[in-house]
């Protein structure tokens, strides 16, 4: 089972959107619809930003997007911001009846 | 309030056991699952496993199918990662977390704080 794929880093200017992909398969992204978004600061306790590709939970800006084209998700943050700069993951159900995480991706605000 | 609380950082010597706990309250422990993520040191986030404390039905992934246990003791509200012999390459942060769902995360999740295990001779 392996992780799922995102780049490596992505970046932009405040203000900006920039736009993670977490690409899978059909037994894992593009088989189900429950895929979610933690964004991870150095040192601190991951946070729920989507689940089930596009639902945000309460108190979550909602500069924040989710979105599925086939094995692809992606994460939109519209209106970046300093305090978006941390790591993003994606994670997906799978055939199994597991989940896996993506390979993780740093946004930097530039 | 719903609080996911972990045991402290532990410090082995490869090939020993360790158990490790997470402590649910504020909820109905019984009726909600509890998942375990690794993170290796400056690495990402991996899946490791999830139980059900009502009827204690678990399911692994492949990666760590056989390595690790999980388990739960709903009469104190509590789940447990355990390992029989201990590797350097199991030094960590150990992260317990709350779901509604099994298949994916939800509104009401909640993350313990983490246990660090360092693995070391």
């Known amino acids: 089972q392996s992780a799922l794929t995102q780049p490596a880093s992505v970046s932009g200017s405040p203000g900006q959107s920039i736009t993670i992909s977490c690409t899978g398969t059909?037994?894992?992204?593009?088989?189900?619809?429950?895929v979610s978004w933690y964004q991870q600061h150095p040192g601190k306790v991951p946070k729920l930003m989507i689940y089930?590709?596009?639902n945000r939970p309460s108190g979550v800006s909602n500069r924040f997007s989710g979105s599925k084209s086939g094995n692809t998700a992606s994460l939109t943050i519209s209106g970046l911001q300093a305090e978006d700069e941390a790591d993003y993951y994606c994670?997906?159900?799978?055939?199994?009846?597991?989940?896996?995480f993506g390979t993780g991706t740093k946004v930097t605000v530039l | 309030e719903v609080q996911l609380v972990q045991s402290g950082a532990e410090v082995k010597k490869p090939g020993e056991s360790l158990k490790i706990s997470c402590k649910g309250s504020?909820?109905?422990?019984?009726?909600?699952?509890i998942a375990w993520v690794r993170q290796m040191p400056g690495k990402g986030l991996e899946w490791m496993g999830i139980?059900?404390?009502?009827?204690?039905?678990?399911r692994y992934s492949p990666s760590f199918q056989g390595q690790v246990t999980i388990s739960a003791d709903k009469s104190i509200s509590t789940a447990f990662l355990q390992w029989s012999s201990l590797k350097a390459s199991d030094t960590a942060m150990y992260y317990c977390?709350?779901?509604?769902?099994?298949?994916?995360?939800?509104?009401?999740?909640?993350w313990g704080q983490g246990t660090l295990v360092t693995v070391s001779s």
């Open positions: 089930d590709v596009s």
């Open positions: 139980i059900y404390p009502g009827d204690s039905g678990t």
């Open positions: 994670s997906s159900f799978t055939s199994s009846s597991t989940r896996v």
């Open positions: 977390v709350k779901q509604l769902r099994y298949y994916d995360s939800s509104n009401s999740d909640c």
């Open positions: 504020g909820y109905n422990f019984t009726i909600y699952w």
């Open positions: 059909s037994s894992d992204v593009g088989g189900y619809n429950y």
